[in-house]
C-alpha cells in the first residue's frame, strides 16, 4: 500500500493500537502525521498521550506540527514542557501550532508563559510572534500585558491581533492603547480598536 493509500486508512481507522503503531513506526511523515491526529480524536487520552509525547518529538516537522495542532484536545495530559519545547521548534509551523496549543491549555506552566512572552516579543518569524500574540489574549494573564502591549507596534497583522488580545485585559493603559490603534495606518487594526472600544464600559 503506497504512503496516500496508508494516510487515508490511518484517517479512518479506529483501532488505536494500529494507529499507535503508524504514528510511531510509519516510513513516511504523511501516515505518521495523519495517524497521530486520529489517535488523539478517538482514543482515550491514556492511550493517545504517550504516543502524542513521541510524536511530538518526530524528526519530521510536519509530524511535529500535527501533533501541536492537535494538543488541545488532550488538555492537561500534555505538558507545558512538551509545548515549550515545540515553541522552541526550529520550523516556524511548528512553532506557530505550539502557540496556539499554549494559548488552549486549561493550565499552562509558569514556564510556558515565559516562552509564549519571549516568542511574542523577539521571534523572528512574524507568524510564531501573532500566534504568540493570540495565545497571550486567550490566556489574558495580566503578567503579559507589557508583551502585548509591545505587540501593538509590530508588523500590521501582529498590531490587529495585539488589539485584538487586549480585550483580555484592563486598565487605563489598554484603553489609551486601544484609542492610539484608532490611528493605526492599517484600517483592520483601526476596525479592531473601534469594535473593542464600542463594548467598553
Known sequence: MDPNARAAAAAVEKDASELAGRAIDDPDPRVRAVAIAALVRTAPRRVSAPVWRRAARDADARVRRRSAEVAPKLGRAVTGAALVELLADDDAWVAEAAAYAIGEHPRPSRAAI??????????????????????????????????VLAACDDKPAIRRRAVLALAAFEGDEVEARLRTALEDPDWQVRQAAEDLLAVTP
Open 114 to 147: 515565559k516562552s509564549v512572552v519571549r516568542a511574542a516579543t523577539a521571534h523572528a518569524d512574524p507568524l510564531v510572534r501573532e500566534a504568540a500574540v493570540a495565545a497571550l489574549g486567550a490566556q489574558g494573564d495580566p503578567a503579559t500585558l507589557a508583551a
